[in-house]
T-cell receptor
Framework: ETGVTQSPTHLIKTRGQQVTLRCSSQ?????VSWYQQALGQGPQFIFQ???????GRGNFPPRFSGLQFPNYSSELNVNALELDDSALYLC????????????FGSGTRLTVV | TQLLEQSPQFLSIQEGENLTVYCNSS?????LQWYRQEPGEGPVLLVT?????EVKKLKRLTFQFGDARKDSSLHITAAQPGDTGLYLC????????????FGKGTSLLVTP
């Protein structure tokens, strides 16, 4: 079975631009969550989708938005990029929204200049 | 905001030594999960503990969930250089869809 795949792997954007990051969940997984990991920190929860509905959100502003598609793949959109948005963005999937553990992708490294 | 406190933040030991990493919170979690992350990669799940007082073993790694489900520990016996990495604990809450709240991590270096 394939794991979680994220694209692109690296991205450089200018402050004020918009970016879309993509994630394909592991086969059979209907729950996808997104995390932001700054250098030297643990991942911070952005939001989670369960069967195409958002079912949890962390302390991130509305310019962070997302989507989950019928095949359970997902997108993370960030508008009006700021320098502090530079980070590793991780996508993770789980078989269900429960205590099952998550499979993480390798992440997208976003640099905002 | 990190609701989970991990200690120590950094640990450098020699091959063959034992070590314990702690994860503490004032919150009660539905489950506590431990992950290991290597540079440039996403975290990899090691174990999920659900029941208070639960102990799970994974080869030389022993994980324990506190009785009150607010804290956990990871003990590594006879550490090896291959154990080097960032160890992350993460708590899941049912009221946030079981998404994970991570600690800052413990960076472990095991030298031969």
């Amino acid at each position: 079975e394939t794991g979680v795949t994220q694209s692109p792997t690296h991205l450089i954007k200018t402050r004020g631009q918009q970016v879309t990051l993509r994630c394909s969940s592991q086969s059979g997984h209907n729950t996808v969550s997104w995390y932001q990991q700054a250098l030297g920190q643990g991942p911070q929860f952005i939001f989670q989708y369960y069967r195409e509905e958002e079912n949890g959100r962390g302390n991130f502003p509305p310019r962070f938005s997302g989507l989950q598609f019928p095949n359970y793949s997902s997108e993370l959109n960030v508008n009006a990029l700021e320098l502090d948005d530079s980070a590793l963005y991780l996508c993770a999937s789980s078989p269900e929204a429960g205590n099952y553990g998550y499979t993480f992708g390798s992440g997208t490294r976003l640099t905002v200049v | 905001t990190q609701l989970l406190e991990q200690s120590p933040q950094f640990l450098s030991i020699q091959e063959g030594e034992n070590l314990t990493v702690y994860c503490n919170s004032s919150s009660v979690f539905s489950s506590l999960q431990w992950y290991r992350q290597e540079p440039g990669e996403g975290p990899v799940l090691l174990v999920t503990v659900v029941t208070g007082g639960e102990v799970k073993k994974l080869k030389r790694l022993t994980f324990q969930f506190g009785d009150a489900r607010k804290d956990s520990s990871l003990h590594i016996t006879a550490a090896q250089p291959g154990d080097t990495g960032l160890y992350l604990c993460a708590g899941a809450w049912s009221n946030s869809g079981y998404a994970l709240n991570f600690g800052k991590g413990t960076s472990l270096l095991v030298t031969p």
